[in-house]
């Protein structure tokens, strides 16, 4: 009976240690993914504009609003869209935004999984003698020309 105890003391003991080693790369990959972009904050500022604005709208058409008050404050919320929608332009993703998303992600699986670095499996050429230089050098090692 004895032995028995110690025995499942001993499992829980473990089981308590060992519980972060499984539960700790979930929580990294949590944070990672909860990492909010520049493009992120612009999206949801552009729902919240949107939002405003048809809140403006709703309650001028329940005669919650003077027209001065109304026109005002819709000017305001129309100009706060328009400065996000020109930094969404800046980031290339207000149309096309799944376009731009797909091609990050392609972009990022050609660095991560192509061994080659760069994409010139040409060989560089001498202009003088025709020689195969090495990339980033200055001068051609066979004949000397200034690359
Ligand atoms: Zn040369």
New binding site residues.
């Given amino acids: 009976m004895f032995w028995i105890l110690c025995a499942a003391l001993a499992a829980l003991a473990a089981a308590y240690v060992l519980r972060p080693l499984f539960t700790e790369p979930k929580a990294a990959l949590d944070i990672d993914l909860l990492a909010e972009t520049e493009l992120d904050r612009l999206l949801d500022r552009k729902t919240v504009i949107y939002h405003n604005l048809k809140d403006l709208e709703f309650e001028y058409a329940m005669g919650k609003l003077s027209d001065a008050d109304f026109h005002r404050l819709e000017t305001d919320h129309k100009n706060d869209a328009a400065i996000i929608l020109g930094k969404l332009d800046q980031l290339g993703a207000s149309e096309g935004l799944d376009d731009s998303i797909e091609k990050e992600i392609a972009s990022r699986k050609d660095k991560l999984f192509s061994p080659r670095p760069g994409r010139a499996p040409e060989a560089l050429r ?6 195969e ?1 090495i990339a980033g050098k200055k001068f ?6 200034r690359l």
């Fill in positions: 001498c202009p003088s003698c025709g020689a230089v051609c090692a066979d004949c000397g020309q």
